[in-house]
Structures are given as C-alpha cells and as structure tokens.
C-alpha cells in the first residue's frame, strides 16, 4: 500500500478515518491540523499546519478533507493548487 495519505482535520471524523485507515494497513498517513497537535499519542505521523506544506515536504496521493463543512471550498482549493488527484470529504447529513 504505496498510497501517501494526508488527513486535514484531526475532530472526531478525521481520527475515525485516521483509525479505519491503519485498521485497513496503511502506514504512510499524514495529518493537517490548525489547533496544534494533539495531547494524545499519534507519534509515528507527521504533522502539517497546512496542505501545502505537507506537499511541499512529501508527496501526496490522497487527501481526506475531515475539517468543518465551511472549510471544505478553501481546503478544496488548496488541494487542487497542489495537483492532488484523489480528494474525498467527510461530510455528517
């Protein structure tokens, strides 16, 4: 599984996908958060305070937009400034 994976939003949704994703035997996952990294033990992933610089230090295959509905235009446009193919959103109805 040679999938380079960035997560942008560690809430309740982006750690349940952060969970479905290493459950599945992914490994090379990386996270953007904008409030800092969190108390809890999440060492073996690197941290980014943007998707752009997360890309600019690695290369990104996949992104999963977890932030609020509101954010997801903006983060949505990051990721497409930074030719990213595969973008998926985690949307609650």
Do not use: W
Request: net charge neutral; charged share 15%; glycine share 6%.
């Amino acid at each position: 599984m040679n999938k380079s994976i960035l997560i942008v939003g560690l809430g309740s949704i982006g750690k349940r996908h952060l969970r479905n994703l290493v459950e599945l035997g992914y490994r090379n996952i990386s996270i953007v958060t904008r409030h800092g990294i969190p108390v809890e033990s999440f060492e073996e992933f690197e941290f980014y305070t943007s998707i752009s610089s997360a890309c600019s230090s690695k290369f990104v295959n996949v992104v999963i937009i977890s932030t609020p509905t509101s954010n997801h235009i903006i983060d949505l446009l990051e990721a497409l400034e930074n030719n990213i193919k595969n973008i998926y959103f985690s949307i609650l109805i």
